[in-house]
């Protein structure tokens, strides 16, 4: 792909060119603005056998499973309201026989993203999760999920796990340009390392703004515009998760999920009434506010509450003046590398 394309296309095009079945899919956004739009369009596309990475999976793993898109689960946490009795898809899910899942700590959860995103194939972590059943309860990664070596250096036996490089990253942020220059602020977490540890990256964001905004906030760049494969522009494509700067959390919705979910019969009737029944994001905004009225998420809306401007100022932006000379040497490149190759120092 070209760096410099216009990677802008509809939620639609993006997960039908780049998730495929039987992906490892990753959930990049960690308990708060999660892709839900981009969920929603893999349900309606009906993708199939993914291995899922959540690291905190709640509405948006629910509903992959309800829509029967994942095979395998690799998380830290999921909603499993109510335990083993309780209600919930994960849980009816592990009950049915139809779902794997491997449980880590955040921390090791972590380790392995950051290994994927370095290039490492794996990565040392603690050694205290050795006496949990998180190491010694095993499911579809066997002995995979952890190794003991013995460090090069000192001899001593290291706990590891391996590298994470998921096939494709769903990602939600505040905005991003037309290239891909994705910008994200507020609660971090995993959301970097879950992007660029994997192989190609899908970005929904609020808006998409033009690139000397991008340019004049860098400090907020988590993915740069190269790794990216598309930009999908969804305003409350979060929602009912928050957005920092956009809109909180609507827990009202949040909760009349919840409820639905409890029970298959429950959970398929919300499906197809919000995800299935709504062709997209737009169609959804106008479902919600048809049912509920348009003041209710006018109440979420943020307040604006700007950060002090950061000073990005410098005397100059290049070694070479506005003439082409080099501000130190005083010559042009070309004189540069006549000299050099009078000195013999200019090689082919």
């Known amino acids: 792909m ?7 296309m509809n939620a639609q095009e993006a997960i039908a060119r780049f998730v495929h079945d039987g992906d490892q899919l990753i959930i990049g956004n960690y308990t708060v603005g999660t892709c839900i739009e981009l969920v929603f369009e893999i349900c309606r596309q009906g993708k199939r056998g993914f291995t899922l990475y959540s690291q905190s999976g709640i509405m948006d ?23 083993k009795k309780g209600g919930g898809a994960v849980e009816r899910a592990l009950q ?49 999920k952890y190794r003991v070596i013995p460090c090069p ?86 929602h009912p998760t928050e957005v920092l700067g956009y809109y909180n959390s609507d827990r009202f919705f949040y909760g009349m999920f919840t409820q639905a979910n409890a029970t298959a019969d429950g959970a398929k009737a919300w499906m197809d009434e919000w995800v299935y029944g709504c062709p997209d994001r737009e169609a959804y905004i106008d479902h919600y506010s048809a049912r509920y009225g348009i003041g209710m998420m006018d109440k979420l809306r943020a307040k604006a509450y700007y950060s002090a401007p950061a000073n990005y100022g410098a005397a100059f932006t290049s070694v070479w003046d506005e003439t082409g000379h080099n501000r130190v040497l005083g010559l042009t490149l070309e004189q540069i590398e006549t000299v050099m190759a009078e000195r013999g120092m200019l090689y082919e």
Not at 2 to 8: A, G, S
Not at 62 to 67: D, K, P, Q, V
Not at 102 to 115: G, I, K, Q, S, V
């Open 2 to 8: 070209n760096h410099n394309e216009n990677k802008v």
């Open 96 to 144: 049915a026989g139809t779902l794997e899942m491997e449980d880590y700590t955040n921390f090791n959860y972590n380790a392995r993203l950051m290994a994927g995103m370095h290039g490492f194939s794996f990565i040392p972590v603690l050694e205290g999760v050795m006496a949990t059943d998180l190491f010694r309860k095993r499911g579809f990664m066997g002995e995979d």
């Open 153 to 238: 250096y000192t001899g001593k036996q290291v706990l590891t796990v391996p590298a994470a490089n998921p096939d494709v990253c769903i990602i939600h942020v505040q905005r991003a340009d037309k290239l891909g220059n994705a910008q994200y602020w507020g609660s971090m977490g995993s959301v970097a390392a879950a992007a660029l540890c994997s192989k190609r990256i899908i970005v929904s964001c609020e808006e998409i703004v033009e690139h000397d905004i991008i340019q004049s906030s860098p400090h907020f760049t988590i993915i740069p515009a190269f790794r990216v494969d598309a930009v999908v522009q969804v305003p409350w494509g979060a």
């Open 61 to 83: 793993v629910e509903m992959l499973i309800n829509a029967r898109c994942v095979d395998r689960l690799v998380t830290t946490y999921v909603m499993r309201s109510g335990g």
